[in-house]
Structures are given as C-alpha cells and as structure tokens.
C-alpha cells in the first residue's frame, strides 16, 4: 500500500503504533529522513540502527519471533527496499508479523527510470499483505510511503505520533479451528506416528497433553520445546499414518512421504500449508482438550537411540560435537540451530536430559541468509544464548554482529561448525554422480577461518577442535569456530544411512 497526504510519514508511524508496533529496525538513507524523525520522537519505542538492510530484517525476524509482537523495519528508496525480500519469504512461511516501511520517490517518479525510482508497490509478492486495514498479523505488511526529499527545517520539531492509536481493524491471529476433520482422521487410522515440528509456545502445553493421552510415537523436533518429553522413536518405523503438528519437519521421513501417497497425512499447521505437493489434509488450528482419544488406537514404545552408539564410535564427528555441545549449554538458555546441517544434527545427537532449552530456527524456506541475525534479535532479554551455524551460513551473514553495541551485555555464543564448505551435499543422492569439479562447484570448498571476523567485530575468538577447549568459557560474546573431523563425519553419516 502506498500512503500518501499532507503528513504521509507520520500517517505511516501512527498506523504502525496502532498496529501494536513497539520495535523499529532503522536502515538509513535521505528519503526516509522524515520516517526516521517521526520514530525518535516515540517515547516508548525501542530503536535499532543497522547499515544492511538484509541482516536488519532479520535482526527484525528474531525479535517478532521472540516478542511474538510486530516489529517494523524501515528502509530507504530502492534496492534498499529489495533487500528484504529473503526476510519476506521467510516470515511468510513462518507467519511472523514483520511490517516493512519502505521510503519511495514521490508518484511522479515510477516508471520513469530516474535514480533510486523502482516499482516498489507489488515489490515482494503474494508474500507480503499490503492493506493495514486486512492485515491479520499471519505474515508481514509492506507499507510503501512516497516521500519528496525533505529539507533540513522540515525534521526540526516533529510532533511525537499519537502512541495510543488504534486502527479501526481486526488485527488479531485468530484462525479457524476443524476439530472434527482430525477427530475423524484419527478414527480412520488407528495405528500413527506424530511428528512435531516448531509449535508456537501457546501450543506446547495442549499439545503435549494430548499426545500424552494419544499414546503413539512421537518424532518430536528441537523447535516443537516438547523433543525431551518423548522418547525417541526411529524415522523408518511403520505407521499406517502421519500426524504432523507445527512447522515442516526436517526428519528425512518427511520428505520421503513425497512418494508415497499410500501413507496418509494430516497436519495441524498455523500457516495453513501443507508442507508437500501429494494429496494430504491441512488444518490451521484445533481444540486439542476435546478431541476424543480412539480406544483401539495402537501405541508404540521408543527404542534405543540407534545415534547413541555412532556418536561413541565417532567422538570428533559433527554429530559427536553436537551432542557435546549440548551437553555444554547451561541449563535454560536460547539456542538457535542453522539451517542446512545444525538443526539436523540437533534432532538426531543432541542430549535428550531436560534442561529447559529454549531451541529456535529458521524453517520457512530452510535458507541460510540471515541466521546469525535472528539469532542476536531472539537473544536480547536472555542471559546466555548459544547460535550454532555452518561455516557458509556464517559467510552469508557477516554483517550481523553490528548490533551487538545496542544489545545488553549477555553471554551471546555464535559456534561456527568449519568442515570447509557445503558437505552436506556430498550425502545427496542425486549428486553421487558428480565428478570432482562438479561436486567442487557445489560445497564451494575454502581453507577459510573466521578469526579475522571476530578481531574485526572486537569479539573474544576460541578454536575448538578438541574437548578440552570448551571449558572455561569467558563471559560476554564469543565466537566458537569449532574444527570437527571430517573423515569421522563422513563415516557416522555412512552409517546412520545404512540404518
């Protein structure tokens, strides 16, 4: 939506103050000027300043992740703009509330290709909503605001925006509930496996009770905040069907359901999405309590973990790390698992003892961009926060620890896992053909470290490649760039995907 008017600035703060925004994520520039103005004057905002727009939005995405309120990022003109595009997709998929205000050129400006003058309006897609008035917090809002340049005595003085605004609107999550679709789903298929992905918080609890009362097996996901309450279960266990509630999982199970559409699936899902592209149902929310357990609904108890024996063999994999590390963890804290390896690994090594482990990812798109930045958004408020990235996750976000000067002093953990590339794409089957220089093309291998990253950001830097370098961590930030052994990493996944 584009607001224009007398004072198109301050209409743009307030309608954000009425939406319930409380936290702007400033990138700067001229045209957004008048924008910036009107949100200092906000007594009870919090601000933050960023100078890239990427790491900013999801920056943005970490702290609506944690306060679970809108967060609003604010961006000059033009390819400025474009830079949220990643954040965009990956709110939307996670239906996170970000709301992106976008300075533009004045109207007589589009399509005319003069500087810093792009199509804005329509700039992200079906992604985004572009009507405050319809907006249902379900995934972000782009307010595009055109602005003529501003002169210096236009920023003097500006009047606060009314913080007590309200738009006139239902802005509220709620979703619609079919309880009686799965009430019948579970008659149907007495014999199910659940597999959890992220719930949101207010899930967990009814959640668990019901499956507490349901009695099947249960694959439970780092990001569900229910992995430790069940025992483990191995992913290749028959079942006549699949109950998914939360997020896409990452468990290979999941992806293998693709092709074969003799399973059954139904998800519970607060995005609406089904997560594959065969037959299966969807539902966007249930009433947990009243759903009527099926007497002759068949249980199955866990098994031994078949990673525990592997991780014994294998004591210097990335597997083996992981579950170290976790053990490592002080009880309580945040920790944000990267995408590509780490959350897989988290799922299949981490220390099941319960801990209170607060675990978080970013499983919209499964992107790599901006992990490192959603971490230090979910961090803020915790006393100790542990993100563990790949070596090509951390590249891709190195402007992140910009904003560690606005945050709090918390000891803030960012592990990098160094294999020297994407190896993950060596344990793909559609690449066991590749030859040398194409496989090279691939994992984009390096002899990189990230020791000059962290001198160049003043951070305390620790080279981890035994156990014995994992104790006496100092407080404060700290980068962990942690070496595993790549040939025992090669030969735990030999392993595991022979089970």
């Not at 007495?190 to 609890?205: E, F, K, M, N, Q």
């Not at 590390?325 to 009880?331: F, G, K």
Request: charged share 20%.
């Amino acid at each position: 939506m584009d607001i224009t008017g007398s004072d198109p600035a301050r209409s743009a703060i307030t309608t954000c103050i009425g939406l319930g925004v409380r936290e702007f994520v400033v990138c700067s520039g001229t045209r957004n000027a008048a924008l910036i103005a009107c949100i200092s004057a906000i007594a009870e905002a919090s601000l933050y300043n960023h100078p890239e727009e990427r790491s900013a939005a999801f920056f943005a995405l970490g702290r609506a992740k944690k306060t679970l309120l809108p967060v609003a990022v604010v961006t000059t003109s033009g390819t400025a703009a474009s830079e949220l595009l990643s954040a965009a997709i990956e709110a939307y998929y996670q239906a996170v509330p970000l709301v992106f205000l976008t300075a533009d050129r004045p109207l007589r400006f589009r399509g005319k290709g003069a500087p810093q003058a792009i199509d804005q309006p329509g700039l992200y897609g079906d992604y985004v909503n572009d009507s405050a008035s319809e907006w249902k917090k379900d995934r972000p809002l782009h307010i595009n605001i055109p602005l003529e340049e501003p002169a210096a005595e236009d920023l003097i003085e500006v009047a606060p925006c009314d913080d007590t605004a309200i738009m006139e609107t239902d802005t509220s999550n709620e979703v619609g509930t079919d309880t009686l679709a799965l009430q019948d789903f579970l008659q149907d298929n007495p014999s199910i496996l659940v597999v959890l992905g992220c719930l949101p918080a207010s899930w967990r609890t009814p959640v668990k009770e019901f499956l507490l009362r349901l009695k099947a097996p249960v694959i439970a996901e780092a990001t569900s905040g229910l992995r430790e309450d069940f025992p483990p279960v191995f992913s290749k266990q028959a079942t006549a069907g699949i109950l998914r509630i939360g997020g896409v999982p990452t468990c290979r199970l999941w992806r293998e359901l693709e092709d074969n559409e003799k399973i059954p699936v139904f998800s519970v899902a607060p995005n609406g999405l089904p997560g594959l592209s065969r037959k299966s149902r969807v539902i966007r929310s249930t009433k947990w309590n009243e759903l009527k357990i099926v007497e002759d609904m068949q249980t199955i108890t866990g098994i031994d973990d078949p990673a525990d024996d592997l991780l014994v063999r294998y004591l210097l994999s990335e597997p083996a790390w992981i579950r170290r590390i976790s053990e490592t963890i002080p009880r309580g804290s945040l920790v944000f698992l990267g995408n590509s390896q780490p959350v897989r690994e988290w799922n299949i090594a981490a220390s099941r003892r319960q801990r209170g482990l607060q675990c978080f990812a970013n499983r919209g798109a499964n992107g790599i961009e901006g992990n490192i930045s959603t971490f230090l958004g979910l961090s803020e408020g915790e006393d100790e926060a542990w993100a563990i990235v790949g070596d090509l996750t951390a590249i891709y976000d190195l402007a992140a620890p910009w904003i560690l000067e606005q945050l709090p002093e918390a000891n803030r953990r960012i592990v990098i896992v160094n294999n020297g590339g994407g190896r993950i794409f060596r344990r793909l089957p559609a690449l066991e053909g590749f030859n040398a220089a194409q496989m090279n093309l691939v994992e984009n291998p390096h002899s990189l470290n990230f020791k000059g990253w962290a001198a160049m950001w003043n951070i305390p830097y620790r080279r981890v490649v035994a156990p014995s370098d994992l104790v006496d961590l100092p407080d404060g930030a700290l980068i962990i760039e942690l070496i595993p052994d790549n040939d025992q990493s090669e030969e735990f996944w030999n392993h595991w995907t022979s089970i």
